[in-house]
């Protein structure tokens, strides 16, 4: 039965109306990329046109839990940004719990869900950029099938935009638009477009690596199209169902200095 659901959407795209499936792509996509916990070092590099001006070590955990998918993102050099943290709470809703630690200060503090636009440590993220794909708050449409798709033989372009007041007031976007990669099911590219329609910002990823189920890129490149800047990120370590802990991803842990 599994295999039949895992090709099921596959089918789907051979078939007239699937734009009107697109919520179901979406749903598939989730689920694969999705693991339970996961844990992944990056080295971080932000550019200012093609000049590297910035290295960044940062480390990422995840784990789904309690109906709610927990990120808690920790700098870990160089000196002048180590041990500056994020917490992430993602519920769903169009106003998430996102707590910031400043270790100079030694100071928590709650980011307010109309904060969620501002930009993340000087990189080319802003906080939205950390949620999911938040099903039940955007209408999903497929509009196009590429093939090829950048380096990969084939996807689906699925544009997300939100279908709730909630979520246009809080978010930075008017729509997004995913490329989905059709044997993964990993979204490949994801292209951001402001209130005013223009395309603002692309995430691509590159060279998709499988760790057991689940497959992930080795890095990743946000590019804002208004300054020419990248946020680089490149996967040095990467582990999937290590066992991570609730006790991890609470304020409390937020605190904790390594």
């Known amino acids: ?58 480390l990422r955990l995840d784990k789904q839990m309690n109906g709610k998918n927990s990120t808690l993102i920790r700098f870990q050099a160089p000196a002048a940004v180590k041990n500056v943290s994020l917490l992430i709470e993602d519920t769903g809703a169009a106003i998430n719990d996102i707590w910031s630690y400043t270790p100079a200060t030694k100071s928590l503090r709650r980011i307010a869900g109309s904060q969620k636009q501002n930009w993340f440590m000087g990189t080319e993220f802003t906080y939205e950029d950390f949620e999911d794909y938040k099903l039940k708050s955007y209408r999903f449409e497929q509009i196009d099938t590429l093939t090829p798709c950048l380096r990969w033989a084939k ?85 999937i169902n290590s066992g991570l802990t609730d006790s991890q991803f609470t304020q409390r842990a937020l605190r904790n200095e390594e």
């Not at 209130?195 to 497959?215: H, I, N, P, Q």
């Open 1 to 58: 039965m599994n295999k039949i659901i895992c090709v099921l959407p596959t089918i789907l795209l051979s078939l007239p109306g699937w734009a009107s499936d697109a919520t179901a792509l979406m749903k598939e996509s989730d689920k694969r990329i999705k693991a339970p916990d996961e844990t992944v070092q990056y080295e971080m590099e932000l550019y200012d046109g093609d000049k590297l001006v910035h290295s960044r070590n940062l």
């Open 155 to 239: 996807c689906a372009v699925v544009e997300a935009t939100p279908n709730s007041d909630a979520e246009t007031q809080a978010s930075g976007y008017a729509k997004k638009r995913y490329y989905i990669e059709l044997t993964s099911y990993y979204p490949v590219q994801i292209e951001y477009f402001d209130r005013r329609g223009s395309l603002a910002k692309r995430l691509t990823s590159e060279d998709l690596k499988r760790y057991g189920d689940y497959v992930r890129p080795q890095s990743q490149t946000m590019w804002n199209s208004a300054n020419n800047r990248k946020t680089r990120m490149v996967v040095t370590k990467l582990t």
